[in-house]
Nanobody
Framework: VQLQASGGGSVQAGGSLRLSCAAS????????MNWYRQVVGQQRELVAT???????DYADPVKGRFTISRDNAKNTVFLQMNSLKPEDTAVYYC????????????WGQGTQVTVSS
C-alpha cells in the first residue's frame, strides 16, 4: 500500500491550497481516510476525516475553512484548504486506518504547508 501526498507549498495568509493523496494497493472508497498535520516538536493532530459513507468530520480549528473529499475514479483523497492562517503551517499527512480486523494503519510521506503572515 502506498499513499502519495502532494500539493503542499508556501502561501500568504488568506490563500488556498489543495492537497492530494493518491492511493495504490488500497481502495479509498471503502476506507476511512484521514488528514493529519504535525508541527515540529508537537504531536500529530487529526485535521479531517472522510468515511466510506462519505461522512466528514473536522478539527475545530479548521471547520468552515477546510474540506475533505475524494475522487473514487482516481482513488484519491483531497484536502481543500481556504483562508489559510500562519497557524496552519505544518507537515500534512494522509492516513488510511481500519480499526476492526483486518486492522491496518497506513501513512503517506507528508507534504509541507507554510503560511506566512
Amino acid at each position: 500500500v502506498q499513499l502519495q501526498a502532494s500539493g503542499g507549498g508556501s502561501v500568504q495568509a488568506g490563500g488556498s491550497l489543495r492537497l492530494s493523496c493518491a492511493a495504490s494497493g488500497l481502495i479509498i472508497r471503502i476506507n476511512t481516510m484521514n488528514w493529519y498535520r504535525q508541527v515540529v516538536g508537537q504531536q500529530r493532530e487529526l485535521v479531517a476525516t472522510i468515511t466510506s459513507g462519505k461522512s466528514t468530520d473536522y478539527a475545530d480549528p479548521v471547520k468552515g475553512r477546510f474540506t475533505i473529499s475524494r475522487d473514487n475514479a482516481k482513488n484519491t483523497v483531497f484536502l481543500q484548504m481556504n483562508s489559510l492562517k500562519p497557524e496552519d503551517t505544518a507537515v500534512y499527512y494522509c492516513n488510511a486506518r481500519r480499526v476492526i480486523a483486518p486492522k491496518y494503519d497506513y501513512w503517506g510521506q507528508g507534504t509541507q504547508v507554510t503560511v506566512s503572515s
